[in-house]
């Protein structure tokens, strides 16, 4: 296994990222993955990189949401993200380790837990201007611990073995592997892009009845139409809908975790864009402050197509965390949107993308929509239809 470990924390920063000698790179991660961060950090140290460390103790923090108020909790170093800027401003690369412990913030007040999220992302503009200007090297990847292979009924080497596979890790060249992969993605968004599509309607027997209208100068990307990949695994191919253009209900088929909590069963519907409507049967609280953070959070920035039989569905698990399971099956995105998704859309200022009919928000959170039947049909530009999916897979 320390191998296979081995292997993967190369393939991290070398493929993924494509660390140079003498660059920055910040690794985030909790305290308990501190073994897994030191395996990055040699190996990143091989290249002759620079390696920082973000560690996150998540008991601590909870330890400070359950004593402190909203004031007393932003002057804790506990919540300093001053390296995120510091890294971006030197142009360096960015790991961020996702590894979620369970029910640690059970007790603790979902409206403080809003607010403190909101406050880390404030904190962290630089980091978040030269990302979206596609200037900056970012990877996120899955890392097991024990208190997540628990909550699946896996032990700890089950779980990183499933980890390890979806990620081709046991593929002599796991990047050779992702690339002959992302030439299939990459051609799928070909026909899309050419298919001069200006809307996506999606119904399914679970109530989902959708449609996104889609930007004139629309663009399908995937992880790796930029020179690193960003999401480790990724299925999709994804793009921006057009913001005031979403009208109609969907339904989430997987549960969604943010802050430490997991929203289950819920459903959004969409007039002229805009939610205005919501309800969940588990934590409705943590999903109307996702929706009440800011105005852009009332609207969507991502359509994201998955095949339903991807290698994470048939896998059999709910991973119960959105790296992983939003590339199980198709999803969407509350709040901002990519410039990557119009065309030209890097070099465009912010209010130029906005005429064009992109969302801007300071959330971007995924949920699942994706399941067994979803339909999805596309109306093209010359009123024409054409069926992008059925039966919950691509059919182009």
Sequence with gaps: MKE????????????CLKVKKGQPLLVVGI????????????EATKIGATVYFQMIDKRALRDLYLTSTYEECIQSPLLDRHLYNEIA????????????????????????????????????TEFRKKQEEGSLAWCIAGVANSSWAKELNLDEEALWNQILDICLIHERSPILAWNAYFDKLT????????ASISSLHYTSTNGTDITF???EQYVFQNAKDTDYIVNM?????????LRDGVNGIVYSTKPLFHNGVEIEDFFLRFEKGKIVEYGAK????MLKQII?????????????LVDFDSKINQSGLVFRDTLFDENASCHLAIGRGFPECFQGGKSKTLEELQKMGMNTSSKHVDFMVGSRDLKIVATLQNGEEMLIMENGNLVI
């Design 31 to 42: 305290t308990d993955i501190a073994d897994f961060m030191n395996l990055v950090k040699e």
């Design 233 to 241: 695994p990724s299925l999709e191919i994804f793009t921006t809908p």
């Design 89 to 124: 401003l030197q142009n360096g690369a960015f790991l961020s380790l996702t590894s979620p412990i369970f029910h640690l913030y059970d007790g603790v007040d979902m409206g403080l837990l809003a607010k403190l999220s909101n406050y880390m992302e404030s904190q962290i």
């Design 213 to 215: 209208a889609l930007p």
């Design 292 to 304: 009440e953070t800011d105005e852009g959070s009332h609207f969507l920035g991502e359509v994201a």
């Design 187 to 194: 051609s799928r968004c070909q026909m899309l892009n050419d």
């Design 4 to 15: 296979r470990l081995q292997k993967y924390a190369k393939f991290l920063v070398v493929d």
């Design 282 to 285: 588990k934590n409705e609280e």
